[in-house]
């Protein structure tokens, strides 16, 4: 059945008005005719069964009728994610929503080579996410800023599951050979013995960290170096493999 994200209130008889957008897919692409039915979520009152009753040249309107799902929430799982390119990041913040994020964060960092994003395409994205993949909620996503100034503002009730790429990145970009022992632990062993509570996984961008950030980073109390294993990924594929762990490790697949 299809589902949308709607801003109004849902309860037994309110009639909702899709945006434009919503009511041209509902009607012009999607073909749905008077009485059929349509599922309907907005982050707070559960998922709600709705029927159309009016179409109209300037849209259309949905009665809400039956609460389907009552309202339940992702672990508080935040994503940092440095800058990338448009397409990877778009990946990036499409997986943080199937994964179980319940916000996410841009960050840019010394070697971030993007320097524009566009929140209201990624909000789409998002809200498209959670639609198809059944969520109740579409997350937050929060404007990029400095990862100093992230740090420096830190809740330190906030562990920070930080996927470093070890000390052989820079030595790889370089041609030569890694280390033969990295001095992080493999994530799902990190993890193993781990706080539940607030959490937020941090992915550089394409380059990896600066040193001085690297080492910053694992001076940090709340920071849980981890490894994604021996090979050096693409921030969107570590984005989804740390999520994933994370998720295996701590999060609501162990429910």
Not at 176 to 192: C, H, K, T
């Amino acid at each position: 059945m299809i589902r949308l994200h709607v801003e109004s209130p849902l309860r037994a008889g309110v009639r909702v008005e899709p945006t434009s957008d919503q009511a041209r897919y509902l009607t012009g692409v999607m073909r749905q005719k008077l009485g059929d039915s349509v599922l309907l979520f907005n982050g707070r009152d559960g998922e709600w069964r709705a029927s159309l009753v009016e179409i109209g040249k300037r849209g259309c309107v949905l009665t809400a009728e039956v609460q389907t799902r009552a309202q339940t929430s992702v672990p508080d799982l935040e994503l940092v994610a440095a800058l990338v390119k448009r397409g990877p990041l778009e990946t990036i913040v499409e997986k943080a929503v199937e994964l179980g994020c319940a916000r996410v964060r841009l960050i840019t960092t010394r070697r971030t080579n993007a320097d524009h994003v566009r929140l209201e395409r990624l909000r789409a994205i998002m809200v498209e996410a959670a639609e198809q993949t059944g969520r109740l909620d579409v997350p937050e996503i929060i404007a990029p800023e400095k990862l100093e100034r992230l740090l420096d503002g830190w809740d330190a009730s906030r562990r920070l599951m930080f996927c470093d790429e070890g000390e052989g990145f820079d030595a790889l970009q370089d041609g030569a050979s890694a280390p033969a022992s990295a001095p992080v632990l493999p994530a799902l062993d990190a993890l193993r013995d781990a706080p539940r509570g607030p959490w937020a996984v941090l992915i550089g961008p394409e380059g990896g960290f600066d040193p001085s950030e690297r080492e910053r980073l694992r001076g940090l109390a709340f920071c849980t170096p981890v490894s994604l294993g021996p090979r050096i990924l693409r921030a969107d594929t570590a984005a989804i493999s740390a999520l994933t762990l994370w998720q295996a490790a701590l999060g609501d697949w162990r429910a």
